[in-house]
């Protein structure tokens, strides 16, 4: 046997070992099972999946989209401990009504309701309560949506870190719409809607702690409008995402693992801003792993992809956006990247977490 | 982006594949050592590799701080971290690195307070902000990071802090490629010399390698460039009979090293005995400790630390990996048992370890990107 069959012969024994039910070994949560990497996938599908499972929760979608009396619902909610609470581009309200939004966008939905539950710690400047609850009136003005009922805890002092927020969200499904990642096949093409990573980058350097300055913002923004219009020249698109923790890379192994399916992306066609790249080779994180807050991921038929692409640009937070790569049928479950050096690597699931708390 | 992509162009590797394809002697194998993690790392994310003819394969070396501490040290260390007064700070790779009961990240989950740092005065930062905590850093590295824990060391008594101490791991490069060059295990052709040590130690102590064993060596940058560059130039002395050091690193690493650093270091710290690497063994005058000058900010003098040695778990064959024996794939719990998630080895740890580095980056079919050979009489 030469070395190549017998490296191919561990690769797929990897293959099969990746493929086993994940299960969680830690005795305690860390920092790792939030970071929207491997440890939150398995916590996920380990815990919460294996206690709930049910038919429309298994899809793991961004969204639940239900059937109500023939009315066709999207259902989804999320939770946001960011820190710093306010940061350039936005605040911790902003992301609470426009991550919500963009979960049932990126369903397809139109989002129509919020609710929103405030977790309040001792001490919490009201000046501050007051800053947050404007900036969520606003975004929720801007995205055309309502918040319609809530909640308000408060805890002792110490026992959380100023404001969290919860927020869920409905929105309604038109009959022709049919998203999920699970439906990418070979040859469909794979779009970002625009310069990936500014989110998760201005978080880290808004928090003052590692002496470095770029003129970058969150790009914190309801995708509602954007889908739409991406939705009505291309109603054959197969899956949308929004680009949150753990960044395009994790999409784009959620569509890998998904459908069954390769994919390859071109590291010169990725949109980073200079400011981005530089702060994240300084820093020594990659990008692709870094959040965004108001960017998608699209799969359209590779038929389809200049029709997506001049729909999307046509709208201001689209202008941007740029096909990075398109779904294989070879190596099924893996992500590959075409370096700009011109070598080929593995883009994998986060391990670990670089940036705590970033939404 | 400015002083980035021109290291990264893919016309010019090409054309430096095609010269390193042209010096290469039909039959002939080449095994060549990139001693550094960095370059390890550097060479996984680009996919250099794509570039090199089979018969070079890149040997990854010991030079991943992280992967040669021992477990006895992580140990050590979480002994530290479990006083209650103590603060412990270290480096983001040291995190999930596993000791016998866990790694930083599970206790810090069981509330032991450790913190990440970017840089070592961070630590000092801690300290002023909690005078009634000590704190103490978790001091790896090669002579890359040395000098900036003893400028650290020296900043803390400048400032008169009395709770800050270091627990000391450094470790020195040259002890551990003469402990490689000694082993009856492997034949190597040549080595890339670390480029970010060499920026501290310059290219002198590297001569012995080229005199008295008669290997050439290129001290390498850690642009993909940089590194395909530096194996053309391996290939040459090898293709001339050449066995000598080289500097392709020229833009940062200055021949003679950086005298204000080796000062710093010589100032604050001396020479160990003797030191436990994982998977090397014991290898002699091949870390660093406090001097005793320096005692006050010695947490080894001003904790008691158990200092037990703790065998590695024994499906784990990071020495073979760290040796350049085995590849990463070639150990038996490579992907399955052992995995960046799960780490059972060092190696798998790290983002230099060439573990993680093949299994982050690198486990698939492999494409070489297809080259013309450029045949020049050497």
Same mark, same amino acid.
């Given at each position: 046997m030469t070395t190549l069959d017998r490296e191919q012969q561990v690769l797929d024994r990897i293959d099969r070992a990746r493929r086993r039910r994940p299960k969680v070994r830690e005795e305690r949560i860390t920092m790792s099972h939030g970071a929207g990497g491997k440890a939150t996938h398995t916590l996920i599908e380990a815990v919460f999946l294996d206690a709930f499972r049910n038919p429309l929760l298994a899809p793991l979608e961004d969204s639940a989209c239900l059937s109500v009396d023939g009315a066709r619902l999207a259902l989804t909610t999320d939770s946001y401990v960011v820190s710093p609470l306010f940061f350039?581009?936005?605040?911790?309200?902003?992301?609470?009504?426009?991550?919500?939004?963009?979960?049932?966008?990126?369903?397809?939905?139109?989002?129509?309701?919020?609710?929103?539950?405030?977790?309040?710690?001792?001490?919490?400047?009201?000046?501050?309560?007051?800053?947050?609850?404007?900036?969520?009136?606003?975004?929720?003005?801007?995205?055309?949506?309502?918040?319609?009922?809530?909640?308000?805890?408060?805890?002792?002092?110490?026992?959380?870190?100023?404001?969290?927020?919860?927020?869920?969200?409905?929105?309604?499904?038109?009959?022709?719409?049919?998203?999920?990642?699970?439906?990418?096949?070979?040859?469909?093409?794979?779009?970002?809607?625009?310069?990936?990573?500014?989110?998760?980058?201005?978080?880290?350097?808004?928090?003052?702690?590692?002496?470095?300055?770029?003129?970058?913002?969150?790009?914190?923004?309801?995708?509602?409008?954007?889908?739409?219009?991406?939705?009505?020249?291309?109603?054959?698109?197969?899956?949308?995402?929004?680009?949150?923790r753990g960044g395009v890379a994790t999409i784009l192994n959620e569509i890998a693992t998904a459908a069954g399916v390769g994919v390859l992306v071109s590291e010169s066609d990725i949109p980073v801003r200079p400011e981005v790249r530089g702060a994240s080779e300084l820093l020594g994180i990659d990008p692709m792993y870094v959040a965004c807050e108001g960017r998608l991921v699209a799969v359209v038929p590779a038929d389809c992809a200049s029709l997506a692409l001049t729909a999307l640009r046509s709208h201001r937070l689209g202008a941007e956006s740029a096909v990075i790569g398109h779904v294989t049928a070879d190596q099924p479950g893996l992500v590959q990247l075409r370096t700009a050096f011109g070598g080929t690597r593995i883009v994998d699931l986060l391990i670990g977490d670089p940036l705590p708390r970033i939404c | 982006m400015r002083f980035v992509d021109e290291f990264r162009d893919a016309e010019k590797a090409r054309a430096l594949a095609a010269k390193i394809a042209g010096l290469c002697e039909p039959g002939r194998q080449y095994k060549l050592m990139e001693v550094c993690g960095g370059h390890t790392h550097t060479i996984y994310k680009h996919g250099i590799e794509d570039y090199l003819p089979e018969s070079i394969s890149l040997v990854h070396g010991p030079g991943c701080p992280v992967c040669v501490i021992p477990m006895g040290r992580v140990d050590d260390a979480m002994?530290?971290?479990?006083?209650?007064?103590?603060?412990?700070?270290?480096?983001?790779?040291?995190?999930?690195?596993?000791?016998?009961?866990?790694?930083?990240?599970?206790?810090?989950?069981?509330?032991?307070d450790i913190r990440m740092v970017y840089s070592p005065l961070d630590s000092l930062k801690i300290a002023r902000q909690n005078p009634d905590k000590k704190i103490v850093f978790m001091a790896i590295g090669f002579e890359t990071t040395a000098p900036s824990t003893a400028m650290t060391v020296l900043r803390a008594q400048a400032q008169g802090l009395t709770n800050f101490s270091v627990f000391c791991n450094h470790v020195t490069i040259i002890p551990a490629i003469k402990a490689i060059l000694d082993s009856p295990d492997l034949r190597l052709d040549g080595f890339l010399g670390p480029g970010h040590v060499s920026t501290v130690i310059g290219c002198r102590p590297y001569e012995f390698i080229a005199r008295n064993y008669c290997k050439p060596v290129v001290v390498a940058g850690f642009e993909p460039l940089d590194i395909l560059q530096s194996i053309y130039l391996l290939m040459l002395q090898?293709?001339?009979?050449?066995?000598?050091? $080289?500097?392709?690193? &020229?833009?940062?690493? /200055? !021949?003679d090293g950086n005298l204000v650093a080796l000062r710093a270091i010589g100032q604050t710290m001396e020479l160990r005995p003797y030191f436990e690497w994982r998977g090397l063994g014991f290898i002699s005058h091949s870390a660093l400790k406090m001097r005793s000058s320096f005692e006050?900010?010695?947490?080894?003098?001003?904790?008691?630390?158990?200092?037990?040695?703790?065998?590695?778990?024994?499906?784990?064959?990071?020495? $073979?990996?760290?040796? &350049?024996?085995?590849? /990463? !794939?070639?150990?038996?719990?490579?992907?399955?048992?052992?995995?960046?998630?799960?780490?059972?080895?060092?190696?798998?740890?790290?983002?230099?370890?060439?573990?993680?580095?093949?299994?982050?980056?690198?486990?698939?079919?492999?494409?070489?990107?297809?080259?013309?050979?450029?045949?020049?009489?050497p």
């Amino acid at each position: 046997m030469t070395t190549l069959d017998r490296e191919q012969q561990v690769l797929d024994r990897i293959d099969r070992a990746r493929r086993r039910r994940p299960k969680v070994r830690e005795e305690r949560i860390t920092m790792s099972h939030g970071a929207g990497g491997k440890a939150t996938h398995t916590l996920i599908e380990a815990v919460f999946l294996d206690a709930f499972r049910n038919p429309l929760l298994a899809p793991l979608e961004d969204s639940a989209c239900l059937s109500v009396d023939g009315a066709r619902l999207a259902l989804t909610t999320d939770s946001y401990v960011v820190s710093p609470l306010f940061f350039p581009g936005g605040t911790i309200g902003d992301l609470a009504v426009n991550g919500t939004v963009n979960d049932l966008s990126v369903a397809g939905a139109t989002p129509l309701y919020l609710t929103a539950g405030f977790i309040l710690e001792e001490g919490f400047p009201v000046a501050d309560l007051l800053r947050v609850v404007a900036s969520m009136r606003d975004a929720a003005a801007a995205a055309s949506v309502q918040i319609v009922t809530g909640d308000t805890k408060v805890v002792q002092k110490g026992k959380a870190d100023g404001c969290y927020i919860n927020t869920a969200g409905v929105g309604v499904l038109s009959d022709a719409v049919s998203l999920g990642v699970a439906h990418a096949q070979p040859g469909d093409a794979i779009i970002v809607s625009g310069p990936i990573g500014d989110h998760g980058v201005t978080i880290m350097l808004a928090r003052g702690e590692l002496d470095i300055e770029a003129d970058v913002v969150s790009d914190t923004a309801a995708l509602n409008g954007l889908v739409s219009g991406l939705l009505s020249a291309v109603p054959s698109t197969r899956a949308l995402r929004d680009a949150t923790r753990g960044g395009v890379a994790t999409i784009l192994n959620e569509i890998a693992t998904a459908a069954g399916v390769g994919v390859l992306v071109s590291e010169s066609d990725i949109p980073v801003r200079p400011e981005v790249r530089g702060a994240s080779e300084l820093l020594g994180i990659d990008p692709m792993y870094v959040a965004c807050e108001g960017r998608l991921v699209a799969v359209v038929p590779a038929d389809c992809a200049s029709l997506a692409l001049t729909a999307l640009r046509s709208h201001r937070l689209g202008a941007e956006s740029a096909v990075i790569g398109h779904v294989t049928a070879d190596q099924p479950g893996l992500v590959q990247l075409r370096t700009a050096f011109g070598g080929t690597r593995i883009v994998d699931l986060l391990i670990g977490d670089p940036l705590p708390r970033i939404c | 982006m400015r002083f980035v992509d021109e290291f990264r162009d893919a016309e010019k590797a090409r054309a430096l594949a095609a010269k390193i394809a042209g010096l290469c002697e039909p039959g002939r194998q080449y095994k060549l050592m990139e001693v550094c993690g960095g370059h390890t790392h550097t060479i996984y994310k680009h996919g250099i590799e794509d570039y090199l003819p089979e018969s070079i394969s890149l040997v990854h070396g010991p030079g991943c701080p992280v992967c040669v501490i021992p477990m006895g040290r992580v140990d050590d260390a979480m002994h530290l971290a479990a006083d209650p007064d103590v603060i412990m700070t270290s480096f983001g790779d040291m995190m999930r690195v596993p000791g016998s009961t866990g790694s930083f990240f599970d206790a810090k989950a069981r509330g032991t307070d450790i913190r990440m740092v970017y840089s070592p005065l961070d630590s000092l930062k801690i300290a002023r902000q909690n005078p009634d905590k000590k704190i103490v850093f978790m001091a790896i590295g090669f002579e890359t990071t040395a000098p900036s824990t003893a400028m650290t060391v020296l900043r803390a008594q400048a400032q008169g802090l009395t709770n800050f101490s270091v627990f000391c791991n450094h470790v020195t490069i040259i002890p551990a490629i003469k402990a490689i060059l000694d082993s009856p295990d492997l034949r190597l052709d040549g080595f890339l010399g670390p480029g970010h040590v060499s920026t501290v130690i310059g290219c002198r102590p590297y001569e012995f390698i080229a005199r008295n064993y008669c290997k050439p060596v290129v001290v390498a940058g850690f642009e993909p460039l940089d590194i395909l560059q530096s194996i053309y130039l391996l290939m040459l002395q090898l293709a001339q009979g050449r066995a000598e050091v $080289e500097n392709q690193y &020229g833009r940062v690493v /200055p !021949w003679d090293g950086n005298l204000v650093a080796l000062r710093a270091i010589g100032q604050t710290m001396e020479l160990r005995p003797y030191f436990e690497w994982r998977g090397l063994g014991f290898i002699s005058h091949s870390a660093l400790k406090m001097r005793s000058s320096f005692e006050r900010f010695d947490a080894e003098r001003l904790f008691s630390v158990p200092g037990v040695r703790v065998a590695d778990p024994k499906a784990c064959q990071c020495g $073979e990996v760290l040796k &350049g024996v085995l590849k /990463p !794939w070639e150990c038996k719990v490579f992907g399955t048992a052992c995995t960046p998630e799960t780490p059972i080895g060092t190696c798998m740890v790290s983002p230099e370890g060439a573990c993680a580095a093949y299994y982050n980056y690198g486990r698939m079919n492999r494409q070489r990107v297809p080259v013309t050979i450029e045949r020049s009489r050497p």
